[in-house]
């Protein structure tokens, strides 16, 4: 029996490139998001890798316990990819309901499905959760705010449970990536495809499959190897200066 993965966030950008990845390296796949067409189009491409499709939104607590929970006893890695950012405007601009749905999905849908599943891995002493958190959890930029405040959170949590998981044998990965080309910019400019396409123009940013290409790297590792947190940028993104005001 090959090992099953959980994916959330499968129906696009990272989520989708490490589905391809894990189905071609063996694992069975058990895949999570809101469009329910997008993923039935996958699991046509992937065959009898797809064990299940869920149409599920990870914010709702109810219904991730009662469609994640059946998996428990099941599912060796869990990808805890689903996540977004919405808006970049300054924080005393900013509308609320657009924190409201980051918080909701990036630390609260994260933290769900991470409940739903983890106690089944320490029952069988193995497995492996693997969380997108981002740069913009360790490096603050403006507009950032709380979107960055969400992916520092899933990196404390990623750390934080390597702590409470300590001797079970189930390892834990926080991967970290930068400026990357999905539909990440449509959603955080709500649609704004010209906006979007205007950032990516005249740079290389990283693609899905670069990101898929090292979460199954950490997945593959031998058991007794844990890669805490991996963080990755493009070649053409790097630091900058912090600003100083000047008279
Ligand atoms: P995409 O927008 O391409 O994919 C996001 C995925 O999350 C979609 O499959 C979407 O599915 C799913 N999703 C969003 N909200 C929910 C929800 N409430 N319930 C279930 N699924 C949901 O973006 P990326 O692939 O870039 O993003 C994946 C992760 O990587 C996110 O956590 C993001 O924060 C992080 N990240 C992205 C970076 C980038 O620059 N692209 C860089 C660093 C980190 P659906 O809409 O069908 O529900
Ligand atoms: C996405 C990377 O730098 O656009 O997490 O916030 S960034």
């Known amino acids: 029996m090959n090992n099953i993965a959980l994916i959330t966030g499968a129906s696009s950008g990272f989520g989708e490139a490490t589905a391809r990845k894990l189905a071609a390296s063996n694992w069975q796949l058990v895949l999570v998001a809101r469009r329910t067409d997008r993923l039935e189009a996958l699991k046509a491409e992937l065959g009898e890798s797809v064990i299940e ?28 990819n689903a996540g977004l950012a919405v808006g970049l405007d300054p924080a ?55 979107y960055g405040a969400t992916k520092a959170f899933v990196e404390r949590f990623s750390l934080n449970l390597r702590a409470d998981l300590h001797g079970t044998g189930v390892r834990v990965t926080n991967i970290e990536p930068g400026f990357a080309e999905t539909e990440f910019s449509n959603v955080r400019f709500k649609g704004d495809g010209e906006k979007a396409d205007l950032l990516y123009k005249g740079t290389q940013p ?42």
Not at 110 to 127: D, P
């Open 53 to 80: 499709c869920i149409s599920l939104d990870v914010t709702d607590r109810e219904k991730v316990k009662k469609r994640i929970e059946p998996w428990n006893s099941k599912v060796d890695l869990l990808v805890n």
């Open 206 to 247: 990283l693609q899905p499959d670069d990101i898929a290409e090292s979460i199954l790297w950490c997945a593959n590792l031998p058991e007794h190897v844990n890669i805490n947190r991996l963080e990755i940028m493009p070649v053409g993104q790097s630091f900058g200066p912090l600003p100083i005001v000047r008279d």
């Open 92 to 146: 005393w601009n900013a509308d609320l309901d657009d924190w409201d749905i980051m918080v909701d999905t990036n630390i609260k849908g994260l933290t769900y499905v991470t409940r739903a599943l983890l106690s089944g891995m320490v029952e069988r002493g193995r497995g492996h959760v693997i969380n997108l958190g981002s740069i913009a959890g360790s490096y603050n930029y403006p507009g950032g705010n709380t």
